[in-house]
């Protein structure tokens, strides 16, 4: 086998998810663009790696040194929401039903991962809401032992800001899911956070 | 969203069965790994697309001019197995049941992808023949339309040299596969093409 194209198997099989076979048939599908777009594709990879930055403000990746979202000034500055991941800032903006600020906190509160309280952002968040203008903290986390240990302690910490209103995402049923398949914790909180239908 | 990753999304997800979603997953992964093995990873993509060249004898990719299956001279170059494409050589080189050498056609005669005989590299394939080593053509292409339609044109041009051994690889039940789920064609193959079983 060539070593150019064992170089690049090698190389895209790191990749989580990409087996050696996958990162054959990528390899094979690059060899077929053109060098032009190839090199705008290897480019952005090592850009993004050396260039990236984390807002100052809400730990949400960066070009700069504060992201547009904690600059728009459309924006809703007495809400913010709390996440896990930069992924999980794009899914809710993807439903653009949000409009207030966010927070990223690097992770959730794993002992088995070693992830301990002080390894996620959330004295940077305690700094924002000092400075007076934040109303309401929504946490969306994860539904996972994790993520509900983090939101616990989020909330304890938060317990002091007087007026502060902290709450959660609303658990329940997911639009496509069976009750059938749901398990009983996910039901119990449906049942208990029922809302009412409205009457015609 | 940032620049740098809409950069690096954008240009993930121009692979095939890689969607944005998963674009922003391995993003995620980029940004985790150390810069030195990214800056390694964003060079074998380049480099593997501007300095790999086919082999001038048997048309596999090659980082020199001759691939080193036809330079091994270990190898026995009296038979030759024709394939539409590089990841069959591997796939073959794979089983380690195979010494002999390759020939990569490129492709397979296909009318509604626009690919005809010339568009595959046959000359070159005869060309090697006319030198005299050549004893067997192993045709070991799809068991498709398009398949089948290019191993009867090969055939046929091969048909003029005398004493050439033309064969193809086995049609039947592939292991692990149940009669029952197979298709008439095959089952009709693996019947015609029966093996004794060797009697204790």
Redesign the interface.
């Known amino acids: 086998?060539?070593?150019?194209?064992e170089?690049?198997v090698?190389?895209?099989s790191?990749?989580?998810?990409?087996g050696r076979r996958?990162a054959?048939?990528?390899?094979?599908?690059?060899?077929r663009?053109e060098?032009g777009?190839?090199?705008?594709?290897?480019?952005?990879?090592?850009?993004?790696?050396?260039?990236?930055k984390y807002c100052s403000r809400c730990n949400?990746?960066?070009?700069r040194d504060v992201?547009?979202i904690c600059l728009d000034a459309d924006r809703d500055r007495s809400t913010v929401c709390v996440v896990e991941?930069?992924?999980d800032v794009?899914s809710i903006?993807g439903t653009r039903q949000y409009g207030g600020l966010y927070h990223v906190l690097g992770g959730v509160i794993s002992p088995m991962q070693g992830v301990g309280p002080s390894d996620l952002k959330v004295d940077l968040l305690l700094d924002n809401i000092a400075r007076g203008e934040i109303r309401e903290v929504i946490l969306a986390l994860s539904t996972t032992v994790e993520g509900e240990t983090t939101q616990f302690y989020i909330a304890r910490r938060l317990a002091s800001f007087e007026g502060l209103k902290v709450t959660s995402i609303a658990r329940g049923i997911g639009f496509g899911d069976e009750i059938g398949y749901a398990d009983e914790l996910t039901i119990a909180h449906a049942l208990h956070n029922r809302i009412s239908i409205e009457k015609e």
Chains 1, 2 share one sequence.
């Open positions: 086998m060539s070593r150019l194209l170089d690049i090698g190389e895209l790191r990749l989580p998810g990409i996958t054959l048939r990528l390899s094979l599908h690059i060899l663009m060098p777009p190839v090199h705008e594709m290897a480019g952005a990879i090592e850009r993004f790696r050396n260039e990236i949400n990746l960066s070009d992201c547009p991941s930069v992924g794009l903006e």
